[in-house]
């Protein structure tokens, strides 16, 4: 694939993805490759493969007159997508303490940690948001392999493609909530909680701590149903999830 391709098929991924997440197509609709090309000013090829590959995240699902559809969610599917990849960060975190990490790993894995505080700062207006969520990704990818297992971080990574279940998912455009930053602060203490765990060798304990940081993604859910829905049109993908 040459680079062209490559950025149309990318530029038509996120295109797509942001506008399923964004609400700008309800549940059951069905999207018109035409309009849509149009809309993302992508052709249609590269459009294809972006559907192809929402509908393996499970955002999207074929239609039987052909085509795709935006999928709904009930809230129990997403209270059980980040319970699964708790699990599996949870297994990852134990078999790491368990097996033992390279000292390359950890000491980047601890650098991670490092320069997520950086980005809390002591107010909120000094926190670096954009850059915490960046770093927070690169976090989850590097906690799965610590293992030195291709298969359990094949498997955390699928499960991070779920929808709802990628660590991220529920931290884009929330620096403003004051309960979400506060969330954070407790989140980036559970990071380094588990490295130290991990360091250690105490499995059972990074096991544990791991699921706990994933249960943080259901927490600022719950708070946006039960205490401030006016939030829900803000937290990406909400707009697909009915009770």
Do not use: C, W
């Amino acid at each position: 694939m040459n680079e062209n391709r490559q950025r149309q098929t990318l530029k038509a991924l996120l295109g797509l993805r942001n506008l399923v997440l964004g609400g700008d197509v309800a549940p059951g609709d069905r999207l018109s490759e035409v309009v849509l090309a149009k809309r993302l000013g992508i052709s249609r090829t590269p459009l294809r493969a972006a559907l192809a590959r929402l509908e393996q995240e499970g955002l999207l699902q074929q239609i039987p007159s052909g085509g795709y559809a935006v999928r709904g969610f009930r809230l129990a599917d997403v209270f059980d997508a980040i319970e699964l990849r708790g699990v599996l960060e949870g297994t990852a975190a134990r078999v790491a303490a368990e097996r033992g990490v390279e000292p390359a790993k950890l000491g980047a894995i601890k650098t991670l940690v490092a320069e997520l505080d950086k980005t809390l700062g002591d107010r909120p207006e000094d926190m670096l948001f954009d850059r915490y969520v960046a770093l927070n990704a690169s976090f989850h990818a590097a906690l799965a392999g610590l293992a030195g297992s291709e298969v359990l971080r094949r498997e955390v990574e699928r499960a991070m493609l779920l929808p709802f279940a990628s660590p991220s998912a529920f931290l884009k455009r929330q620096e403003a909530v004051p309960a979400f930053r506060r969330s954070l602060t407790l989140a980036q203490q559970q990071h380094r909680d588990i490295v130290e765990a991990i360091s250690q060798r105490e499995g059972a304990r990074a096991e544990a701590l791991a699921r706990e940081h994933a249960r943080l993604a259901r927490q600022n859910l719950e708070f946006v149903i039960n205490q401030d829905r006016s939030l829900m049109t803000r937290v990406p993908g909400l707009a697909l999830v009915s009770g």
